[in-house]
Every structure is written in structure tokens, then in C-alpha cells.
């Protein structure tokens, strides 16, 4: 199991109220500017990855099986209109053209995370999520039935998100993919901010 956790930039009050305009307010303009602001980490967690990885010496295998993000609840969603992790996810994807896969699914409405305490985040995102079995089944046949894959290897994720607070939105839903693999992961996370 391997856990990389990487974030586009430190939170600034400015930073902060960009997010805040495009994540509650609607302001959607921001979107390709904040998602932009993740290709310098991009670029800095795909070097961490190939370091770990053998395979880069040996053959052309991409370095990201998937791309995927933290889902949220469809009370989040309906709220806003829109899941600001999956949108960068998207970007990022396309812009690198990587697959994007759909892993994760929220299991239940939580109160906003910005409002808690570590211990309660914690204890909130216990069982939160769980993984998408068709997924999580498409994404293992694509990668290992190609010619290239023949050899035996973890199947390398990164996981999109917005902010990484305390690690554990990360932390569960690693812990859910790895559950439901039939296969090694290793999970990279990147953030827009790390608050």
C-alpha cells in the first residue's frame, strides 16, 4: 500500500475566498483559473510516482492507470450544482489525457467538514465511502488485460479533491478502494490547497 499526498498551494484568505465564490456562490468563471493552479503539483506528484515506480525504466506504461476524486453527497451536489473535486479531476485528466474513472461512492450527507474539529472529521468520514464495484472492475480489466501490463504491478490512482485539511476524507477513501481491489494499489492524492 502507498499513500502520496500532494497540494497545489498553501491556503491563503485570498485563496480561500476564490474557493469560496466558485464552491458556494456559483461562480463558475474561476474554474479553469483554480483547476490550473494544480498542473505545477500535477507535474511535481508524477515525478514522485515515476521515482517509485520500476516500470518507467523498463517500458512506456503511462504512470496514472486512473484519475478519480472524492465524491460528494447528492444533498452537496444538488446544493451547489456541481462537485468542485470531480471538475479538477476532469481537467486534469483531459489536459494530461489520462482516464477518468468514477471509484468512489459517498455513502451518506455530512455536515460541512470546514465546521469540525480533526477528532470529529475523523469520526465522520468512518465508513463514508465505498468503492464503485463496476468501476473499480472496468478500470482493473482495462489496465491489466493490456499487452503492456503483462507482467504483475499495482494499478497507480490519483485521487482529486479540493482541500486537505487533516487527511482523513483521503485517508477513507484509500481505505475503501483498497478494500474492493482485487489488485495492489498505489494511491496518490492531490489537492488544490492544503489548509
Known amino acids: 500500500m502507498f499513500i502520496a499526498n500532494r497540494s497545489a498551494v498553501q491556503y491563503s484568505s485570498e485563496m480561500r475566498e476564490w ?5 458556494y456562490r456559483g461562480n463558475e468563471r474561476l474554474e479553469p483559473l483554480l483547476a490550473q493552479m494544480m498542473f505545477p503539483a500535477f507535474i511535481a506528484i508524477t515525478k514522485e510516482a515515476e521515482k517509485q515506480s520500476f516500470l518507467t525504466q523498463i517500458s512506456p506504461i503511462p504512470i496514472w492507470d486512473a484519475v478519480t476524486f472524492v465524491p460528494v453527497s447528492s444533498e452537496r451536489a444538488e ?4 462537485n468542485q ?9 483531459n489536459q494530461h489525457q489520462l482516464p477518468l474513472y468514477d471509484l ?5 450527507h455530512t455536515g460541512k467538514q470546514s465546521f469540525k474539529t ?6 465522520d468520514t468512518q465508513r463514508l465511502f465505498h468503492a464503485n464495484p463496476h468501476a473499480m472492475t472496468l478500470l ?5 488485460s ?11 490512482i490519483l485521487l482529486v479533491d479540493d482541500i486537505y485539511t487533516t487527511g482523513s476524507t483521503i485517508g477513507a477513501c484509500a481505505a475503501a478502494l ?3 481491489s482485487e489488485v495492489p494499489l498505489d494511491i496518490y492524492s492531490l489537492t488544490w490547497a492544503r489548509s
Open 178 to 180: 483498497h478494500q474492493h
Open 118 to 123: 480533526r477528532l470529529e472529521r475523523m469520526k
Open 19 to 23: 474557493l469560496a465564490q466558485y464552491k
Open 79 to 82: 446544493e451547489r450544482g456541481f
Open 104 to 108: 468512489l461512492v459517498r455513502e451518506r
Open 146 to 156: 493490456s499487452p503492456m501490463n503483462a507482467q504483475s504491478r499495482s494499478l497507480r
Open 140 to 144: 482493473q480489466n482495462n489496465v491489466l
Open 85 to 93: 473535486a470531480e471538475r479538477f479531476a476532469s481537467i486534469l485528466a
